[in-house]
């Protein structure tokens, strides 16, 4: 499969953004897909994940409740909605897939990455 990130930009603190990851290839819809993000010579953070159906989910502690992570099979899109962005938000996220029907999203090793989308949030 490939994955093709998009919708970063330059957003003030408070503010919202919607990440979208396409998913394009044999079988897309029964990949876990998740999102990463990293700073510059700063190690990858895994920020969360959804399984194939849409039904499960899995955030790291500092996204909770403001982050929102879904999918539409329909169109081959997983979505990360990011709410009340704050300036520790700023990295570039990346999505990432492997084909698996675990519910142990926290332990995924992912084997298809997309490209960056950059996210500032700065006032």
């Known amino acids: 499969v490939q994955l093709q990130a998009s919708g970063g930009g330059l957003v003030q603190p408070g503010d919202s953004l919607r990440l979208s990851c396409v998913v394009s290839g044999r079988s897309s819809a029964n990949y876990v897909v998740g999102w990463f993000r990293q700073l510059p010579d700063k190690e990858r953070i895994y920020v969360s994940a959804i399984n194939f159906n849409g039904r499960y989910s899995w955030y790291t502690e500092s996204v909770k409740g403001r982050f929102t992570i879904s999918r539409d099979n329909t169109v081959n899109t997983v979505y990360l909605e990011m709410n009340n962005l704050q300036p520790d938000d700023t990295a570039v996220y990346y999505c990432?897939?492997?084909?698996?029907?675990?519910?142990?999203?926290?332990?995924?090793?992912?084997?298809?990455w997309g490209q960056g989308t950059q996210v500032t949030v700065s006032s």
């Open positions: 990432a897939a492997a084909r698996t029907m675990t519910l142990d999203l926290e332990s995924i090793r992912y084997d298809h």
